[in-house]
């Protein structure tokens, strides 16, 4: 087979391809394709009825509903700390950039715990929000708060560097012809920036809509209300319903795929905005 | 910087303190619960329980699945970067794709395809109990979890790395004679070593802490089957939150040590690029 | 001469006692409140057959709700005994991976139940809520903490008392008897997979004004975490239950420790046994025993699972997908 589509003079394409093709297919796409080789024991009809059975809906819905309400909130401040890290000098910014990624190099179970104990109604956090009637632990909110902690450094992260390589000529160029900040925000780096946001806010809803470890401590976990959907598939696992089990983490994988296309679409875009620059 | 590039200090600082105020909610806060909780009993309770039997074979047991799970992952990880950066072909985008589906899996789905593969009701379930040979429910399923979920880690770091190369290096040093490996060893080596240490520190985190999918393939055999995460949520359960916490400190002293290694290795990085005078990434 | 030497070292050495001593390791997959109990009894037993045979016993523990355990063993995970919450559990390892007879129940006394428990309320000390029976939980802003009938056995006794009661209470009439339980569960704001969580959100994390617990659990929970914040009350009615356990007869005979494991078991029906037992606030079978701790456990008026029908019926009825839990339960 000639995949190639350029003549090289560098070795190793076959080897190293063959690898990498005989290691994926080991590690990830055999182990995946019995996802779908369990669903298929199942009539569609079953497997219509499972997935869409109102308790798997309602986990459906707090999973990625909590997942995208998480990352939309962590666009607006992962944004404002990207642009607060690669605009201005303040002491301990050094500190603070190196911490951004924190959420990512900890465990869940730790964040989890963690993250209970800070927001349950006797917590340091949880005590102040009950105070004013809010319960941030064992429902929906602190989902939500759990996944802010774990999709931040996403954001942060995608866009920060897209900002350090504004070019300042274009803002200095605007300012001079009487361009005010917020007009330069919105016109010339707003729009230079927006596919990176894009990006980061779909890497963190990937992430996140998945997310398991630190969310089923602070979660309340009832069907129905506050069980999010990797809990109910182990529930069900639990349950002796293997194909259930399946059927949903099923429909999870292909929303994970999809959303993966979308974020190497969003970048394929962002590249080619870049080069056209 | 110029004036037509910052907004009046009332603005930046303002900005600054709102930043930080989230990041100290966030970030700091639930950094700050782990060690807080952790020493709530003593110096002493904090070091006894870490000496605990159960904790230490869970220690030792994350530490052997890095151990074998990184370096595979690191092999993987070259040889991936190496075709995708170096060639061009047909399907190579389906390929970044697929290399990037772990980390999109949810952690329980990750471990649910092993039982479905390996458990006594799987697939090859059976056979390995007819051949009396061990998989899920050990150490081994943890591994070979901890493998799947750390899969793209290296190679992601080095792709860009290496795609930022070029191949014009290598190019040369074959047309002067060298071999493949000698070209690999001792022209790409040295160029993407800095890559090459992230990936690894952050594919070691990870396979370190990882949780979900190591709870569903483990037997939570005490002593035996448990990593530190698992352990962590072991002791949370048998009520000592201390020593839990305490084990999760552990955790967190990792968490902060790859943040240190990797601001070093930036720092580093960047020093190196602009000595050679090359653009970044 | 040098190698008579030798020869008679070897010799001697391997006169010692220890020497021939066999290493023998049992996996016991257990439920969720009864690590304390297997804590203690393992020490125990090792110390027993080590005197009694020479060998070393070491017994690792596998600890998680009752149906989760179940499902591990199905699924591969290499017990040598299993000691559940329900016989149910034990019976689908039974049904669905023949690792074990269908009549294992039978094998050991008392339908293999070395020990019971039953179900109780655990309160805030002064008992602020005022609770006292099963009624109580059925108000509305009153806060109950139990775990989720699906995966944990302890929530599966919960669930059943609570319909016992509700059954005596309305004379069977079964639609009263699902509002007034659905009434509780309505009550319930955080739905744990296994007891030990449950007991964890109600003691650690503060919410709820009672847990409905193991007996077992409850006493640790006061004796251990706080006698000064805990109290329990004793419903007027509730269930006996009784925690089996088994020999997984296919997983022990591959290892060779068949013989060993149903020692293990029978153990637990000794005067020793049934001692540690008693300390760890479950209820010994032995009736000397009994009486010897009856001051830790107070009365309470019991009904068994055959008054709903054996475990089969109750789980179809209640657990199976489509079960009354189902129905009470279900999602607007």
């Known amino acids: 087979m000639i995949l190639l589509k350029q003549k090289t003079n560098l070795p190793g394409f076959h080897l190293s391809l063959g690898y990498t093709m005989l290691y994926l297919s080991l590690v990830v796409l055999i182990p995946l394709s019995m996802l779908f080789v369990k669903t298929s024991t199942m009539s569609f009809a079953e497997f219509w009825s499972v997935v869409t059975a109102p308790r798997t809906l309602a986990a459906y819905r707090l999973s990625f509903g909590a997942a995208f309400i998480a990352s939309f909130i962590n666009v607006f401040f992962g944004f404002l700390i990207a642009w607060v890290l690669s605009r201005y000098r303040f002491p301990g910014k050094k500190l603070v950039d190196a911490l951004i990624d924190f959420p990512f190099a900890l465990p869940t179970a730790v964040a989890g715990i963690a993250l209970t104990t800070l927001y349950a109604s006797n917590g340091i956090l949880g005590s102040v929000l009950a105070k004013i009637g809010i319960q941030s632990a064992y429902n929906a909110l602190g989902v939500v708060l759990a996944l802010m902690?774990?999709?931040?450094?996403f954001i942060v992260r995608t866009i920060e560097p897209v900002l350090q390589e504004l070019d300042p000529e274009l803002e200095e160029a605007a300012s001079s012809l009487g361009a005010g900040r917020w007009e330069i925000f919105r016109r010339i780096i707003f729009p230079a920036i927006l596919p990176s946001i894009v990006t980061g806010f779909s890497l963190a809803f990937a992430r996140t809509i998945g997310e398991y470890g630190s969310v089923v401590f602070i979660a309340g976990n009832m069907p129905g209300k506050t069980e999010i959907a990797p809990l109910l598939i182990i529930t069900k696992l639990e349950e002796f319903d293997y194909s259930g089990a399946t059927a949903i983490a099923l429909v999870m994988l292909l929303v994970s795929f999809l959303l993966l296309a979308l974020t190497n679409w969003a970048q394929w875009w962002t590249s080619k905005k870049v080069g056209m620059n | 910087m110029s004036n037509a590039?910052?907004?009046?200090?009332?603005?930046?600082?303002?900005?600054?303190?709102?930043?930080?105020?989230?990041?100290v909610l966030f970030i700091f806060m639930p950094l700050f619960i782990v060690f807080s909780t952790a020493l709530e009993k003593g110096i002493a309770y904090?070091?006894?329980?870490?000496?605990?039997?159960?904790?230490?074979?869970?220690?030792?047991?994350?530490?052997?699945?890095?151990?074998?799970?990184?370096?595979?992952?690191?092999?993987?990880?070259?040889?991936?970067?190496?075709?995708?950066?170096?060639?061009d072909f047909r399907g190579k985008s389906l390929l970044l794709t697929l290399i990037d589906v772990p980390l999109s899996v949810s952690p329980v789905i990750s471990g649910l395809i092993f039982v479905l593969l390996f458990g006594l009701q799987g697939l090859f379930g059976p056979w390995l109990r007819a051949h009396d040979i061990k998989i899920i429910f050990t150490p081994i399923a943890i591994v070979i979890a901890t493998i799947f979920v750390t899969f793209p880690m290296v190679a992601r770091e080095l792709i860009p790395v290496m795609k930022a190369q070029g191949s014009e290096e290598e190019e040369a040093a074959i047309t002067l004679g060298a071999s493949g490996w000698k070209t690999f060893w001792y022209v790409t080596l040295p160029n993407i070593k800095w890559g090459l240490l992230y990936g690894i520190i952050l594919c070691n985190a990870r396979a370190m802490g990882e949780f979900g999918a190591v709870s569903v393939v483990s037997g939570h055999i005490r002593g035996l089957t448990n990593t530190l995460p698992l352990q962590i949520e072991i002791l949370y359960n048998d009520y000592d939150f201390t020593a839990a916490f305490a084990a999760a400190s552990l955790l967190a002293f990792l968490a902060l040590f790859t943040l240190v290694i990797k601001t070093l290795v930036e720092y580093r990085y960047r020093a190196e690029l602009e000595a050679v005078g090359k653009k970044t990434h | 001469m040098k190698n008579l030497l030798k020869l008679s070292l070897v010799f001697l050495l391997a006169l010692q006692p220890g020497a021939w001593a066999k290493q023998i390791t049992l996996l016991n997959v257990s439920y969720d409140p009864t690590r304390e109990l297997y804590e203690d009894y393992n020490k125990a037993f090792s110390t027993y057959w080590k005197q009694k045979t020479g060998d070393d016993v070491t017994i690792q523990q596998s600890h998680g709700g009752s149906g989760k355990q179940a499902r591990a063993v199905i699924d591969g995970l290499d017990a040598d005994v299993v000691t559940l919450g329900l016989a149910y559990d034990i019976d689908s390892i039974a049904e669905k991976s023949g690792l074990l007879p269908s009549n294992w129940q039978k094998l050991l006394p008392n339908n293999s139940t070395p020990y019971t428990s039953t179900i109780v309320f655990l309160v805030r000390k002064g008992n602020p809520k005022n609770i006292k029976d099963w009624d109580d939980l059925t108000k509305p802003g009153?806060?109950?903490?139990?775990?989720?009938?699906?995966?944990?056995?302890?929530?599966?006794w919960n669930y059943l008392a609570a319909w016992g009661y509700a059954l005596k209470k309305f004379n069977g009439d079964e639609s009263k008897v699902k509002d007034f339980v659905g009434a509780i569960y309505k009550n319930v704001p955080v739905l744990d997979s296994g007891a030990r969580g449950s007991t964890t959100t109600f003691v650690e994390r503060g919410i709820g004004d009672v847990l409905i617990s193991w007996e077992n659990e409850a006493y640790l929970a006061v004796n251990q975490l706080g006698p000064d914040k805990f109290e329990i009350v004793i419903p007027s009615l509730s269930i006996l239950a009784e925690p089996p356990v088994a020999v997984v007869e296919r997983d022990a005979d591959r290892h060779g420790t068949r013989q060993v494991a149903e020692e293990y078991l029978k153990y637990l029906y000794s005067d020793e046994g049934q001692e540690i037992i008693a300390r760890n606030y479950y209820r010994p079978r032995n009736p000397d025993i009994a009486k010897e701790y009856a001051s830790q456990f107070k009365?309470?008026?019991?009904?068994?699972?055959?008054?709903?029908?054996?475990?089969?019926?109750?789980?179809?009825?209640?657990?199976?997908?489509?079960?009354?839990?189902?129905q009470i339960y279900t999602v607007k």
Do not use: M
């Not at chain 2, 009046?8 to 990041?23: C, H, K, Q």
């Not at chain 2, 070091?47 to 039997?53: K, R, W």
């Not at chain 3, 029908?309 to 789980?315: K, M, P, R, T, V």
């Open chain 2, 5 to 23: 590039r910052t907004e009046p200090a009332v603005v930046r600082w303002s900005l600054i303190g709102i930043a930080l105020a989230y990041l």
């Open chain 3, 142 to 156: 009153i806060s109950v903490i139990t775990p989720n009938p699906k995966t944990s056995g302890g929530a599966r």
């Open chain 1, 149 to 153: 902690f774990i999709g931040l450094p």
């Open chain 2, 46 to 87: 904090y070091f006894h329980s870490l000496t605990d039997v159960d904790t230490i074979a869970a220690i030792k047991l994350t530490l052997i699945t890095a151990l074998i799970a990184v370096p595979l992952n690191l092999v993987f990880g070259v040889a991936a970067s190496w075709v995708i950066a170096k060639f």
């Open chain 3, 299 to 326: 009365s309470v008026n019991l009904f068994t699972i055959d008054t709903l029908g054996g475990w089969q019926a109750a789980q179809k009825k209640h657990f199976a997908d489509g079960g009354t839990f189902d």
